[in-house]
């Protein structure tokens, strides 16, 4: 079956710092890759998105690259601010052609930024 | 972007009784709408998957008796949590796939905290 599997939290980086959240999958066929990011008192939003291999999704400053070589989908960021606390949720949407949109999440890694 | 509101967003309500969730599409219309329900320190679990107009579609292991599902128009979803136990409280979710070309987008909502004493 079809699963995602990201880094256990909570993760606490000072601002400024280097963030790498890991996300790797199981998944057959060409599954299409999301990272979700949920405020505190929030609901989930789609951070970014990538829907074939080599694709790279970006926003906010994060990136992560559809490597289906080693099954991951790695999010990153240069620089994180206080403001970028949240939980972060990687998922996947198989592929389907009758149009699935049944998304598997991973478990989320809480982000604590510290000033 | 599109906006999907869920309302209450904390309810509690004493074991025995029942809980309605309202989740609605504010600015677009959505065929298709899902379920989740989220445990502490968990990832989100699909319960259900909701179509307008038909009955909607359960995941394994959720019982639908219990969890009541009604997608009566294009932009709203309802879940009720009948005859409530602790063990209901959880957090629930619900997400909308918009009706125009597949992007494999979700809009969530704010989620809704049910605490069943």
């Known amino acids: 079956g079809n699963s995602v599997t990201q880094m256990e939290g909570p993760v606490t980086l000072s601002e400024e710092a280097f963030l790498t959240i890991n996300c790797t999958y199981t998944?057959?066929?060409?599954?299409?890759l999301f990272w979700y990011v949920q405020y505190p008192g929030e609901g989930l939003q789609l951070l970014l998105k990538?829907?074939?291999?080599?694709d790279k999704g970006s926003n906010k400053g994060f990136e992560a690259t559809y490597r289906k070589e080693t099954t991951s989908f790695h999010l990153e960021k240069g620089s994180v601010q206080v403001s970028d606390s949240a939980v972060y949720f990687c998922?996947?949407?198989?592929?389907?052609?009758?149009?699935?949109?049944?998304?598997?999440f991973g478990k989320g890694t809480k982000l604590s930024v510290i000033p | 972007g599109a906006v999907v509101s869920q309302h209450p967003s904390w309810v509690i309500c004493k074991s025995g009784t029942s809980v309605k969730i309202e989740c609605r599409s504010l600015?677009?219309?959505?065929?298709?709408m899902f379920w989740y329900r989220q445990f502490p320190k968990q990832s989100l679990m699909l319960m259900a998957t909701?179509?307008?107009?038909?009955?909607?579609?359960?995941e394994q292991g959720v019982e639908k008796d219990k969890f009541l599902i009604n997608h009566a128009s294009l932009t709203l979803s309802t879940l009720t949590v009948t005859s409530a136990h602790p063990e209901d409280s959880s957090f629930y979710i619900c997400?909308?796939?918009?009706?125009?070309?597949?992007?494999?987008?979700?809009?969530f909502g704010e989620g809704s905290r049910l605490t069943v004493l």
């Open positions: 997400s909308a796939q918009t009706t125009s070309i597949y992007t494999g987008e979700l809009f």
């Open positions: 998944a057959t066929g060409y599954p299409s």
């Open positions: 990538a829907t074939k291999a080599d």
């Open positions: 998922a996947l949407l198989p592929y389907s052609g009758a149009g699935s949109y049944q998304l598997t």
């Open positions: 600015d677009f219309q959505a065929t298709t």
């Open positions: 909701s179509n307008e107009g038909s009955k909607a579609t359960y």
